[in-house]
């Protein structure tokens, strides 16, 4: 079963699962090794605020917003854990049922993380201005046949993409350069998230956020 297949058959399962907590579909990856692994990413949707009463991980369903209306309410800003372990449950029992895989699978549910993967153009718009890789699936001709890029998010377009290639030092510096390429999308085999640690400055020195400074 290809994975165009397999992802039609399984978005229609989960997608009303999440979708009843709140929440949307980030992605779904599917990784094929010894035992297929099923990872689906799930979020808050965007310029959304769901709710959840202070420490606890259920999310606020509609017919008990009555009940809540005196609890201390808070902006929810990610799945919870308690949300992502349901949707695993509801999900898994769904596959079974519905007899989706012909083969042994180990099913994840998470959230994108600092470090999320891109599974459609769109969903980049939100991080300009961030550090991402990017592995194509062949080469790009104009970039000498390379296939791999890491570099700050610039500009997305309809179908293509801008970074301008950076390095990370061991410091956490963002060490932007002069060259800024353009990528398409469709070319794109993993695009994902950078998520760059920078250690506490020490005492009389202050870091230097290099990639708010594009050059060229």
């Not at 895989?101 to 891109?118: D, H, K, M, N, W």
């Not at 999308?185 to 998230?193: D, E, G, P, Q």
Request: charged share 25%; net charge negative.
């Amino acid at each position: 079963m290809s994975e165009d297949v397999l992802l039609q058959k399984l978005t229609p399962i989960a997608e009303p699962v999440v979708q009843a907590l709140g929440l949307e579909i980030w992605g779904i990856e599917i990784v094929r090794a010894s035992r297929m692994v099923i990872r689906i990413f799930v979020d808050v949707p965007q310029g959304e605020a769901l709710h959840v009463q202070q420490g606890h991980d259920d999310a606020v369903f509609p017919h008990e917003e009555a009940a809540a209306s005196d609890a201390l309410l808070s902006p929810q800003m990610s799945a919870s854990l308690g949300q992502c372990e349901e949707i695993s449950r509801h999900v898994g029992l769904a596959l079974e049922v519905e007899d989706v895989l012909p083969s042994a699978y180990v099913l994840e549910v998470s959230t994108p993380g600092f470090a999320r993967i891109f599974f459609q153009l769109a969903q980049m718009r939100s991080y300009l201005g961030d550090v991402i890789d990017v592995a194509l699936s062949e080469p790009l001709a104009e970039e000498g046949g390379r296939k791999r890029f890491r570099g700050v998010l610039r500009e997305v377009g309809e179908d293509t993409f801008s970074v301008q290639l950076a390095d990370i030092s061991a410091e956490g510096d963002i060490l932007v350069q002069e060259k800024q390429v353009s990528l398409p999308w469709a070319f794109v085999r993993k695009a994902s998230r950078v998520y760059v640690y920078t250690p506490p400055p020490k005492p009389g020195k202050r870091k230097k956020n290099l990639a708010d400074q594009p050059k060229g």
